[in-house]
């Protein structure tokens, strides 16, 4: 069996249906979201639809609880203040309902899963470094932990002898069983790392491997509907070069 873990589809469904159709021929496989299903893009309830029809574990993200009022959005940036207030417009009761009852991490067998950090997962920090990944190392106690939330594939090892190490994302990944690792699996739907596709993990637990996978999208369509929403441009914008 293959696990999928994808995170921060933020209503993008074109990415987020790429995802899936190239995901889903892959045989005896599950796939878990790390949260982040809406914000930001313009198909939040056919995202939250593609969601529960396809994932097994779903957790929530901070974009998620914002939509509904369950986390400030204080510290959000103009845009995603103003994604979030037309995403909480346009979402039934039944969505809101679906994200209130997201779980905020999980742990199966050797991992974890969480949206943004494993130590408190519930004030959102970011781990984007070494430094960042060393501290949060001790919030988990299995083997691998999947997080999202930077929209940034990252790679962080802890050593048996405490050595703190950085990997390569845009390589597969041979796992040691006895090391610690962080895998950011990057974003579907707002990938920020400069490469303009799609982002996902693909964990073999047999081969002990993690890949993380690229996947092109109609970005065009995406930025179409997002504009067609009134949604600020910068949000269409943004995508054509994954920033
Ligand atoms: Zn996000």
């Known amino acids: 069996m293959k696990i999928i873990i994808i995170s921060d589809i933020h209503s993008n469904l074109e990415a987020f249906e790429a995802v899936l159709?190239?995901?889903?021929?892959?045989k005896d496989v599950v796939i878990y979201s790390l949260g982040d299903i809406v914000g930001y893009g313009a198909n939040p309830i056919d995202c939250?639809?593609?969601?529960?029809?396809?994932?097994?574990i779903s957790l929530a993200g901070n974009h998620d609880y914002a939509a509904i009022g369950m986390t400030s959005i204080d510290n959000f940036n103009p845009y995603a203040k103003a994604s979030t207030?037309?995403?909480?417009?346009?979402?039934?009761?039944?969505?809101?309902?679906?994200l209130q009852?997201?779980?905020?991490?999980?742990?199966?067998?050797?991992?974890?899963?969480?949206?943004?950090?494993?130590?408190?997962?519930?004030?959102?920090?970011y781990i984007t470094n070494i430094y960042d990944a060393k501290k949060n190392f001790l919030g988990f106690n299995n083997h691998l932990c999947f997080?999202?939330?930077s929209h940034r594939p990252a790679i962080f090892i802890k050593t048996t002898d405490e050595q703190y190490l950085v990997g390569?994302?845009?390589?597969?990944?041979?796992?040691?069983?006895?090391?610690?690792?962080?895998?950011?699996?990057?974003?579907?739907?707002?990938?920020?790392?400069?490469i303009?596709?799609?982002?996902?993990?693909?964990?073999?637990?047999?081969?002990?491997?993690?890949?993380?996978k690229r996947v092109p999208y109609d970005i065009t369509v995406a930025q179409e509907k997002i504009l067609e929403a009134g949604l600020p441009s910068y949000l269409a914008e943004r995508l054509s070069y994954g920033k």
Not at 21 to 26: A, D, L, M
Not at 198 to 211: H, I, L
């Open 101 to 125: 009852e997201l779980p905020i991490s999980e742990k199966v067998a050797k991992i974890t899963l969480v949206h943004a950090s494993p130590t408190n997962p519930l004030i959102w920090e």
């Open 48 to 56: 939250i639809d593609l969601v529960q029809k396809n994932v097994t």
């Open 21 to 26: 159709k190239e995901v889903n021929q892959i």
């Open 147 to 149: 997080i999202g939330h």
């Open 85 to 98: 207030v037309w995403t909480a417009n346009v979402l039934s009761d039944k969505d809101k309902k679906y």
């Open 168 to 194: 390569k994302p845009d390589r597969r990944l041979d796992i040691k069983e006895e090391y610690k690792y962080f895998i950011n699996v990057g974003s579907v739907g707002q990938p920020r790392d400069g």
């Open 196 to 212: 303009p596709l799609a982002s996902y993990a693909v964990y073999d637990p047999e081969k002990n491997t993690v890949e993380i």
